[in-house]
């Protein structure tokens, strides 16, 4: 039979925790890992609504610069909606993701313009509205962008097209 001095006996208790220290440690622990976590899934959606922020601004200058290319006369005969995808060709199981919704309105540009200049009514204001919703958990978000142009009557596609001046 073994005995232990004294003196090894309390080494041994020095070197060893005590029950309330380790009860700490691991909860201490757990709150650090709670507190990880979250900030993982924050970090995550801040960088799903950013994505989702892109793709709009994307949509808004694609749309934009396809009426910039309008004659005068095409500009009447725009559509007034469409419909955009955030995932254009879906290629994970036929789901194109979150559907933007757009409006496209033409009107005077007399807000933009003073009603002194002569060429006022050569110039229309081209307003492009997109609207989607994305979902945190089961709370709905709905998200507005919007993009303006001026389109004027001698405007920009007679020069792309290099003829000085395109019958409209």
């Known amino acids: 039979m073994t005995t232990f001095s004294k003196q090894t006996r309390r080494q ?5 925790f005590t029950l309330v220290e380790a009860v700490l440690a691991v909860g201490l622990l757990g709150v650090a890992l709670a507190a990880f976590f979250a900030c ?3 970090g995550l959606n801040i960088l799903d609504t950013s994505r989702q922020d892109l793709r709009a601004t ?10 910039r290319l309008c004659t005068w006369s ?5 559509p007034t ?3 955009d995808y955030y995932y254009t060709f879906s290629s994970t199981n036929g789901t194109p993701g979150i ?6 309105s033409v009107g005077s540009a007399t807000n933009c313009i003073p009603n002194s ?12 509205n997109l609207v989607w919703t994305n979902y945190l958990g089961t709370h709905a ?17 007679n020069y792309i097209y290099g003829q000085g001046f395109v019958q409209q």
Not at 58 to 67: F, R, Y
Not at 74 to 78: D, N, P, Y
């Open 12 to 16: 041994r208790a020095i070197a060893a």
């Open 40 to 42: 993982l899934g924050s």
């Open 58 to 67: 994307q949509i808004l200058a694609q749309k934009t610069e396809a009426v």
């Open 74 to 78: 095409q500009l009447a005969s725009l």
């Open 81 to 83: 909606s469409f419909k």
């Open 99 to 104: 559907t933007y919704y757009g409006r496209i």
């Open 117 to 128: 200049v002569s060429y006022q009514t050569n110039i229309d204001l081209v307003t492009i």
């Open 141 to 157: 978000i709905v998200h507005n962008r919007s993009m303006q142009t001026l389109v004027a009557y001698y405007g920009l596609v």
